[in-house]
């Protein structure tokens, strides 16, 4: 079977955009793929978190990733802090990543106009660790959002580079494009990506938040004053909406500007947000059963980090060896 990892920070609560861009796609690969799906701890703390709140997110993202039909015993779900391989091979990988390619990544500039009072190093090596952790297991696909191909082009020069140097070591991943894929936007800057770590709570929906939060985000969300619902670059806060829409209905962008020619964006909003407060619902439910049984999710996690510590040992022995690292013996 080909392999397949991805997965999501703990850095907030899990939005609508992941559950479009990602979790979602992933449901449809377990059968055929030996999937990877981790809870990027690692990854979240390159910008500020609480001790506290960051647990119960990672907790909390487990949960979401089975309730959103990920079957545990058909794909490897863990933690990325449990398996200290990903940070050990990051440390190789920054030595032959350049500073100049770290310089032109786009969401460290983004990230980095957001938090200039902690522009720390881990936030400029994050594509390093994303680079470990897609190699160490030898991926041949990766499925990411368009936010994240940068990284993935990243992710495949080092591994070139690394073979080139020492000997054909890692796989080259590529990107995973599904057919769904899409970048959802914010409901409040419409020109921005819907990020989890976005400070107003009325810019992202959340994965498992209430119909009537739900309700009252779509309301509020950021449109124009052209008045038609209509697919067009001019209302890219319209465009968004009917993308949601399409997306979580599997009606085409057409047939819904058919549905509403001539008719308001009150209506139109209406009918989204019971699309999503549907499509949410049984995810939301089994999120709630699953958050009662703590016992069962701490065995996931501990199980897939021991099949995944496994894969990834293999690989970071060979590395090191290659390297010149001593073996302990
Ligand atoms: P943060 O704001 O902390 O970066 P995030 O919402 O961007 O959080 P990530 O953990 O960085 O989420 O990304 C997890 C996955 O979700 C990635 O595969 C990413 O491409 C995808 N993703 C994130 N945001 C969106 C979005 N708005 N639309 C589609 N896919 C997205
Ligand atoms: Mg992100």
Known sequence: KKVI???????????????????????SLQD??????????????TVPQEAAKLRRNSLEAIAQYIASGLDPEKNTI???????????LAWILNSITYMGELNRMTQFKDKSKK???????????????????????????????????????????LAQRFN????????????????????????QEPT?????????????????????????????AVTDSIGVVRYSDEQPGIKNLIDIYSKLS???????????????YGEFKNDLAEVIIES?????????????NKDYLENIYAQGANKAEAVARKTLRKVYKKVGFIPRK
């Open 192 to 220: 921005k990506k819907m990020s989890k770590s976005d400070e107003n709570e009325n810019a992202y929906i959340g994965m498992v938040d209430d119909p009537d939060s739900i309700f009252r985000k779509v309301k509020r």
């Open 115 to 157: 938090s200039e009072a902690n522009l720390n190093s881990a936030l400029f090596t994050y594509p390093t660790l994303m680079a470990a952790d897609i190699l160490l297991y030898q991926a041949d696909f990766v499925p990411v959002g368009d936010d994240q191909k940068q990284h993935l082009e990243l992710a495949r020069n």
């Open 32 to 45: 055929e793929y030996d999937c990877y799906y981790f809870i990027a701890d690692l990854h979240a703390i």
């Open 164 to 187: 080139n140097r020492y000997s054909e070591t890692f796989k080259i991943p590529e990107p995973y494009i599904s057919k769904v894929g899409a970048r959802i936007m914010s409901l």
């Open 5 to 27: 990892l991805s997965g999501v920070q703990p850095s907030g609560k899990l939005t609508l955009g992941n559950y479009i861009g990602a979790i979602n796609n992933w449901v």
């Open 250 to 264: 599997k009606k085409t962008v057409q047939e819904i500007e058919t549905m509403y020619e001539g008719k308001g």
């Open 78 to 88: 863990f933690i990325q802090s449990h398996v200290s391989a990903h940070v050990e």
């Open 280 to 292: 949410l619902r049984p995810v939301r439910e089994k999120y709630n059963d699953l958050l009662k």
